[in-house]
């Protein structure tokens, strides 16, 4: 292999295995700064329960933040070891919001969430409500940094070309490019629904197990209605999302959509084999397809033409295959993870969400399939995005560090693999038995009536409902 | 639109702050790592020894992160030839900060003999590689590197072991153990507070030495470093470490630990400072071939730096203010609870 090859699966891996954890606790922290919030208005009366419920997933977020964290270093220095030319080429730009992620936000999330995982005892009730509530705006601050120096990438603005390296002419034509807002929107939509399925699916497991049951019925909802908006918004922000691909980047969007030639009334595949990068040779086979929807839904229009990659020179062609995959598994799994949010909220206005067994078990498997699906979402964007890496303007090949050799690069994919896989196994390993433990145990036996309460079947106030 | 040189100087001057903030605060947390396995000797006393960073430990860090973006931001071109060129080096680096990390969350998760000692082993390393590596960086950084006709680093790995950048992998490494001693005295008590106390002493020593060898031995390896101290004003920094270091002991042995930390701080930053003032406008030296990295060859545009220099003078002072707070709220000697490491 050579340096641009191994350079870029290194990148992937990094990025990918990185993106893991930092999606799972925006939502946790989403959720912790929730339960601090009930707990400080001591809501129903229940504030020593969310103290112990904000306390636990307090300590998951702290587990899963520092994985993030450490993953997250390599990012940081991985432009300058592996894509030098591409540094060199965007600095300008793409370093500012670096440098603002880390003033402006990680310096807040790791300082607070130092006060909220050490400080009991040391500060008031509201300074511990306050310190959630700085490491959640943290995170969420960090994602605007990081997607405007990504969007960037993908729809390039405010810049002009001086001797060969991008410079800066309008800061914020250049911050909020065309992508930024859409993008950020459909991350932050997707965090909150990751962290909310973990938390969602350990308190419906508790609720299943009959185990620390008065923190789990005080979580399950709250995660519940975050996963369902959460799930809900990733397609109304997806739709923004694919709608601002096609305008400004329509040889990406004819690749993830495997349209090969321009034409009107373009249909919407739900289902089909995959798609090969050469259109004379594609597989017969069945395929779900619903007319002309995908020309509506681009542009509200059902007989609207949608350039096919004919229109683009092939080698500006992404890889078809790929992008095609990832973009529609990503939007299977987010069909499916709404339905089951659908019927969870249903059940939860309904009153009846915790005797819903098979429900509760169906949040338990439904646990990991944003994680899967917010993996897939980003393979599509940079998939997609080939061979650029910097869209229309640098080609991925053009970007990497000139000097480094590929054994060099080798040995630190060996080195960072090896690193990987042993964070990813010991955070499992911890996370589930974390997980497994449980939260603080209630004082005064306080579970045990929540146990009372749970299996009792609802009186027949709705003719038809019964209890499962 | 000519090139605003206060601008450029400015951003020299910040990544210089960045760089020292970390110095001083990560470098406590790295020098704790150095001696965890000498002045730490129980498990419990192993446990103060990480909690004692634990709340700051991760916030520590992030000057090394925002000085990295910092630099990407202001001079990307020599963001991207440091990092490519000293690739594996910084590979290392990264590897170890992520085994650091790791080790303080995870070692009290489990109780079993074997998993602690493991990532006591794991904190240890993960503290000394960059302790030693980022002076050897920074060594590399003093002689200058060959440079290629694009600003390429053209020189091999093991060209940057050399016997004069190892010497400044030592002092950076003595340095931050004195660094961490010193955060130690205000945060232990008892035998363990005496032990860190030696190792206080004995990093002192050792970085007095070092830097006494590193400083002479610079006239031969990089001369050119030596060219701003024609001027008298610039003798205020090395003139500010001396006094700083010789007063560290004395300090130590009174049992003033906060004017001892704020002493061995002092030494750390006016050794920085002394550095950039040396530099000065080179941000990476040429050395055998090629043209060296100036500040002004390799400045982003006005623009660029205005924009972050307005985030930055906009975001620093509430950094430092709630940084400042969090050690208010976490000062005295460590004591172990239920939420501790």
């Known amino acids: 292999m050579n340096a641009e090859e191994l350079a870029r699966i290194q990148f992937a891996i990094t990025i990918g295995f990185h993106f893991f954890f930092p999606s799972i606790s925006i939502g946790i922290g989403a959720i912790v700064l929730a339960l601090e919030t009930f707990r400080l208005r001591n809501l129903h009366g229940k504030a020593e329960t969310y103290d112990r419920a904000a306390a636990f997933w307090t300590r998951f977020f702290a587990l899963t933040f520092v994985v993030g964290v450490a993953s997250g270093l390599v990012m940081e220095f991985q432009f300058g070891t592996n894509w ?23 310096f807040l999330e790791s300082t607070f969430l130092g006060v909220l995982l050490f400080g009991r005892g040391r500060i008031s009730s509201r300074v511990r409500w306050f310190a959630a509530l700085m490491v959640c705006v943290g ?15 993908q729809t390039p603005a405010g810049y002009e070309i001086i001797d060969g390296r991008a410079r800066l002419t309008d800061f914020f034509a250049a911050a909020f490019n065309a992508s930024f807002v859409p993008r950020y929107l459909h991350t932050v939509a997707a965090a909150l629904t990751a962290g909310a ?26 995660a519940l209605i975050t996963a369902f908006v959460g799930s809900a918004g990733m397609f109304a922000t997806g739709d923004m999302s694919s709608k601002q691909v096609a305008a400004t980047q329509p040889a990406k969007f004819a690749g ?7 034409a009107s009334g373009v249909p919407m595949t739900i289902w089909s084999l995959p798609p090969t990068q050469d259109s004379s040779n594609l597989p017969q086979g069945p395929e779900l397809q619903v007319a002309r929807l995908l020309s509506f839904m681009t542009f509200g229009d059902w007989n609207a033409p949608i350039q096919g990659l004919d229109a683009f020179p092939t080698q500006d062609w992404p890889p078809i295959t790929m992008s095609f995959l990832a973009y529609h598994n990503m939007v299977l799994l987010g069909t499916l993870m709404l339905l089951v949010m659908a019927f969870g909220a249903y059940y939860l206005w309904q009153r009846s969400v915790f005797r819903r067994p098979f429900w509760l078990r169906a949040a338990v498997l439904a646990t990991p399939l944003p994680i899967i699906a917010i993996q897939l979402g980003w393979a599509t964007a940079e998939i997609g995005r080939q061979p650029w890496i910097v869209y229309g303007v640098m080609r991925t090949s053009t970007g990497i560090s000139r000097i480094v050799p590929p054994e060099q690069i080798a040995i630190s994919l060996v080195l960072l693999v090896g690193l990987y896989v042993l964070l990813g196994g010991l955070w499992i390993y911890l996370a589930r038995k974390e997980l497994g433990h449980g939260p603080a145990p209630a004082p005064d036996g306080v579970d045990d009536a929540a146990l009372d309460e749970l299996p009792r079947p609802e009186p027949a106030l709705r003719p038809g409902t019964t209890a499962a | 639109m000519a090139d605003n040189g206060f601008l450029q100087a400015a951003w020299f001057f910040l990544v210089g702050v960045l760089l020292v903030g970390y110095a001083i605060l990560d470098g406590f947390d790295l020098g704790v790592g150095m001696q965890h396995m000498t002045t730490a000797r129980t498990d419990e006393e192993r446990r103060i020894l990480m909690n004692s960073i634990g709340p700051v430990w991760d916030g520590n860090e992030v000057w090394l992160i925002t000085a990295g973006g910092a630099l990407f931001a202001a001079f990307p071109k020599v963001y991207a030839t440091v990092f490519s060129g000293f690739y594996l080096a910084l590979m290392l680096v990264l590897a170890a900060l992520i085994l650091r990390a790791i080790s303080l969350e995870f070692r009290s998760k489990e109780r079993g003999r074997g998993w602690r000692t493991t990532w006591d082993l794991a904190f240890f390393v993960g503290s000394v590689l960059p302790a030693v590596l980022f002076g050897v960086a920074i060594g590399n950084i003093m002689r200058g ?9 053209a020189g091999t790995f093991i060209g940057l072991l050399s016997p004069f950048a190892l010497a400044v992998g030592l002092l950076s490494a003595a340095m ?21 106390r030696r190792t206080a002493l004995v990093g002192q020593v050792a970085t007095l030495v070092l830097w006494v060898v590193v400083t002479t031995w610079s006239r031969a390896e990089a001369p050119a470093l030596w060219d701003r101290f024609g001027l008298i004003p610039a003798w205020l920094a090395p003139v500010i470490a001396v006094l700083a270091l010789v007063a560290f002991p004395v300090l130590v042995r009174r049992g003033r630990a906060a004017s001892a930390f704020a002493a061995s701080s002092a030494a750390i930053a006016a050794m920085i400072a002394t550095l950039g003032i040396g530099l000065w406008p080179n941000l990476l030296p040429a050395r055998d071939q090629g043209a060296s990295l100036t500040v002004p060859l390799t400045a982003s545009s006005d623009l660029a730096l205005t924009a972050m220099l307005i985030i930055a003078l906009l975001g620093l002072p509430f950094v430092l203010a709630y940084t400042f707070w969090v050690y208010r709220i976490f000062r005295g000697p460590v004591r172990l609870d239920e939420h501790s490491y």
């Open chain 1, 84 to 106: 030098a030319q591409f540094s060199t080429f965007v600095g300008d730009i793409f370093g500012a919001p670096l440098a603002a992620e880390g003033i402006l936000a990680f």
């Open chain 1, 139 to 153: 995170t969420l601050l960090s994602a605007v940094w990081i997607l405007i120096a990504n969007s960037w990438m």
């Open chain 1, 197 to 222: 399925f973990v938390a969602l699916g350990a308190s419906a497991w508790y609720v299943l197990k009959r185990k620390h049951l008065s923190v789990a019925r005080a979580v399950l909802p709250v």
């Open chain 1, 256 to 262: 993830i959509m495997a349209i090969y030639s321009t």
């Open chain 2, 145 to 153: 590197v060959p440079l290629d006709g694009q600003g390429d680093y």
């Open chain 2, 176 to 196: 931050f153990l004195m660094q961490g001693a010193a955060w130690l005295l205000l945060k232990t008590e008892g035998a363990l507070q005496a032990r860190a």
